[in-house]
């Protein structure tokens, strides 16, 4: 796989610009079928001055809602990874 179709988008969310701040631990929406490797190799290969020093994968259950009375509606599950860094920064808004 290539590390585009790995690495989804960034979670951006209050608690995860703190992580990023204090500890130095990114959050990221990665492709299901992605093991720990090849998502430390993504990271390293989309910002080459980046050191990954740890991977945490937690996979996130689907959901069902309910709209209107008799319409279900459900959400795919998803995989979250969050990445440690042992030297230098992933900067995900770049000239903003």
Known sequence: MHWREIIRR?????????????????????DSRANKIQIKEAIELAWPNVVVDKVRIANMPAKRARRWRRVAVRKPGWKKAFVTLSSGSIE???GV
Not at 10 to 30: C, D, M, R, S
């Open 10 to 30: 960034p979670i951006i969310t209050e608690k995860t610009n703190f992580l990023a701040a204090e500890y130095g631990q990114y959050t990221f929406v990665v």
């Open 92 to 94: 995900l808004f770049e």
